[in-house]
């Protein structure tokens, strides 16, 4: 069994792919820099904000070539309490519990919840010359990162709705800032597009330029990956005809992870027969905050309502992560199991287990920590 506190669990060192221990992830509201994953399909590039710049255009009518100072001094600065999810958090699970599917064997802990701060993308593209009061449905922003070759393709790419970038509500920011600190290389830095909701591969790293235009980014990570493709689609020649119909994943479901006990550890009951059980948990998309987890000891036949973390300053919880934490009635015994499901503002409900898909992005199954011997 991997020691979940300590033992950062490395998936491949180049690219550099690899998640924190999962109870080391939960130990604090906002994620410290050494319980960060890290999510790359090509090298870390270490870059000069003195000479970084990036480059908005397409649909503009004012194209603009912006420095990390002009983002800095020039537009009013935004911060966003927001988790960030690799789509491919709890692959593992869905792997073990439904069918094995392709990609990195992420299991829990492709999750962080951070403090991002910089400019509003919205003030960014008015500058730019995208005029509000016109349609934009149909439309799209896409980013990109031409600063170093990934696997599957020359550069780096993702893509979202220009409506959700132009929405105040949706607070799209191009953050210069994690956590009260510029980004960190593996990060972002100097800029990385922060996406409230959305999965991870849409976060554009080390951004460097910017496209409003009519369709969805052409990159090879917008196109043939991160898609939740129908189940009946089996292999890889199978979902060829199929790349071209399915939508992106973009925003991302609601779902809890128990961390703690983890899964295959010994625990005590207490003198009222209880154990003491602790995870995160995320809304859907937009639809945050989480408002209930429930967590169950007896396989799903009655559930316990857990306290929801209280951060110490008043914030807008909407795109956070809720850590939480619950007492919950076990028996003795080997091969006990722990679940956890989340409701959010919105009403939507995390269910046993999700749709599979080729890839297995996007799971959401009661979060579960497996295997356990309750003493």
Request: glycine letters at 8%.
């Amino acid at each position: 069994m991997t020691d979940s506190t300590t033992t950062t669990i490395e998936h491949s060192k180049e690219p550099l792919n690899q998640e924190p221990p999962i109870q080391k992830l939960v130990s604090s509201f906002l994620t410290k820099t050494e319980a960060t994953y890290d999510r790359n399909h090509g090298p870390i590039p270490h870059l000069n904000s003195e000479n970084h710049t990036v480059t908005i255009d397409g649909q503009v009518t004012c194209p603009l070539k912006l420095s990390i100072n002009d983002l800095t001094s020039e537009f009013q600065q935004h911060e966003v309490i927001s988790a960030l999810q690799c789509a491919g958090n709890r692959r593992d699970t869905m792997s073990t519990q439904l069918k094995e599917v392709q990609g990195i064997n992420w299991q829990d802990g492709a999750m962080m919840n951070c403090r991002w701060k910089g400019p509003r993308l919205r003030d960014v593209l008015l500058a730019a010359g995208v005029d509000d009061h016109v349609g934009k449905e149909g439309r799209f922003v896409a980013f990109g990162c031409y600063q170093v070759e990934c696997q599957d393709d020359t550069w780096f790419g993702g893509s979202v709705e220009l409506e959700r970038c132009m929405s105040v509500e949706d607070e799209v920011i191009l953050a210069l800032e994690m956590n009260d600190v510029p980004l960190t290389p593996n990060h972002g830095y100097p800029v990385r597009v922060v996406i409230p909701g959305v999965a991870g591969a849409r976060w554009v790293k080390w951004l460097d330029r910017i496209t409003v235009q009519n369709e969805h980014s052409q990159n090879y990570y917008q196109q043939y990956d991160y898609k939740a493709l129908p189940p009946e689609i089996t292999s890889s020649d199978k979902a060829k005809d199929y790349w071209m119909k399915v939508p992106p994943l973009l925003d991302m479901p609601i779902n809890s992870v128990v961390a703690s006990p983890d899964d295959g550890e010994t625990v005590k009951l207490s003198m009222d027969r209880r154990v003491e059980v602790k995870g995160y948990a995320v809304p859907q998309g937009r639809c945050g905050p989480v408002t209930r987890v429930e967590v169950s000891g007896d396989g799903g036949g009655t559930w316990v309502e857990a306290q929801l973390g209280v951060p110490k300053s008043k914030i807008n919880d909407k795109w956070c992560w809720k850590l939480w934490k619950a007492s919950v009635p076990m028996e003795r015994g080997t091969g006990k199991v722990l679940l956890s499901r989340a409701y959010d503002a919105a009403g939507n409900t995390q269910q046993e287990t999700s749709l599979w898909n080729l890839r297995g992005v996007a799971y959401n199954g009661y979060g579960m920590s497996k295997d356990l011997t309750v003493e």
